[in-house]
């Protein structure tokens, strides 16, 4: 008899024990999926903020419209900054999903699939913006280069971890397109008749240059 509720005892304990870890695992990787949606949810908060908002309005009228930019040091140094500005919120971006991905060994859990999703589109669009923007810039003076190289490559590197992650091909070629320069992009810009800049803005009463 003794031997008997000795057993059941360490048998008891036994399951107490394999009780109390499975509450901890399950505890511990409810609070890490939680922590990381979090991650995720302010990764694409930055993206649309009120600052993103207007960075994207800037670059956004010009490349739907297919408009040069004015030389004009104001606007030429506003169109600067929102490129950067963005090129940066992207590379913010790159960073947060390289450390989502190495914490689960480059696997795509929900967190990872639900980031994916909600970006997919903002990434998509910029592939092609940045490189009229660029250009744009570019254009406006070639005496000011565009030094953008490593944030472009980051972009690019981010463009191909988010390519591999769908199984969709149009969306593997939207996020491509202009990867080499032999894609073709299909983004409806490339289709809007160019504009010339719009006239350089003069606070009421100021003189036109040649007329003082």
Known sequence: MGDSLRVAATVGSCIAAFLALATTFFVWRRSRT???????????????TASAAQDRHTLGCLHWQNRAVNPDEAERSKVMHAYFAMLWRFEQLHAGRNVLLKEVGGKRDVALKMLDEQV?????????????????LTESNRDDPVFDGAYRETFKQLCLSLADSFNDQERKTRLVAHGNNTEKCICVC???????????????????????
Do not use: N, S, W
């Open 190 to 212: 490339h289709g809007m008749e160019a504009k010339p800049p719009l006239p350089t803005q003069r606070c009421q009463g100021a003189p036109v240059p040649g007329t003082a």
């Open 34 to 48: 939680t922590a990381r949606l979090q991650i995720v949810r302010d990764l694409h908060a930055e993206l649309i």
């Open 120 to 136: 997919y589109t903002h990434v998509a669009e910029y592939v092609c913006t940045f490189q009229v923007i660029r250009k744009k």
